[in-house]
Structure formats: C-alpha cells, structure tokens
C-alpha cells in the first residue's frame, strides 16, 4: 500500500522561508516522478513543481526562481523548499507520486503566509 506523509508546514511571515518533506512507503521511489501541488481556498489544485527520476525538474512561473524540489531516493523523500513566501502561497500543499498511470497524494499540510 503506497502511503505519503508529508511534514514541515506552518505560519510564516511573509519573505520567509519553509521546508516541506514528504516520505513514501510501500513502494518503490527512484523510479517514478514526484511532484508537490496546492490548493487555496475555493481554487483548484496547481502544480507547484515536479522531478523525474532523471532529474529534471517544472515549476511554474509563480514559484520559479522562489521553490526547489530535489529528492533523496534512499530516504524516498521529496522535499520542497519555499523561500520569499508570499500571501499567496497560502494553501494545503500536497506531496504527489506519480507511478505508471495512477497518481497517489499525501494527506496534505498547510502553508499559512501572514503579510
């Protein structure tokens, strides 16, 4: 059973920095592109960024340059690290795995960025 937990949510000032970390189980990890996602109140889920097992990486323009994905396929975790946060990163963001067809999602922790 493939489970996702993530961790390192919270409130923080804006122009602040947070980790997340999201640890897999029951399943394999190097292999398969992970990816962390948001979702703000009454707006749909959006990508925030992406990393193949290769290495390559997708953010879109409202992060680029502010968040970094990178992973360690020992302690299958994947992380992200946000920094100069802003309001607008406000959301529940969820730690994605991504395996042949079917997308598997952690439960989800808030980010909370205070002005």
């Known amino acids: 059973q493939v489970q996702l937990v993530e961790s390192g949510g919270g409130l923080v000032q804006a122009g602040g920095s947070l980790r997340l970390s999201c640890a897999a189980s029951?399943?394999?990890?190097?292999?398969?592109?992970t990816g962390w996602y948001r979702q703000a109140p009454g707006k749909q889920r959006e990508l925030v960024a992406t990393?193949?097992?290769?290495?390559?990486?997708n953010y879109p323009d409202s992060v680029k340059g502010r968040f970094t994905i990178s992973r360690d396929n020992a302690k299958k975790t994947v992380y992200l690290q946000m920094s100069s946060l802003k309001p607008e990163d406000t959301a529940v963001y969820y730690c994605?795995?991504?395996?042949?067809?079917?997308?598997?999602w952690g439960q989800g922790t808030q980010v909370t960025v205070s002005s």
């Open positions: 029951g399943t394999s990890f190097s292999i398969y592109t």
């Open positions: 990393l193949t097992s290769g290495g390559s990486t």
């Open positions: 994605n795995l991504h395996i042949m067809t079917i997308d598997y």
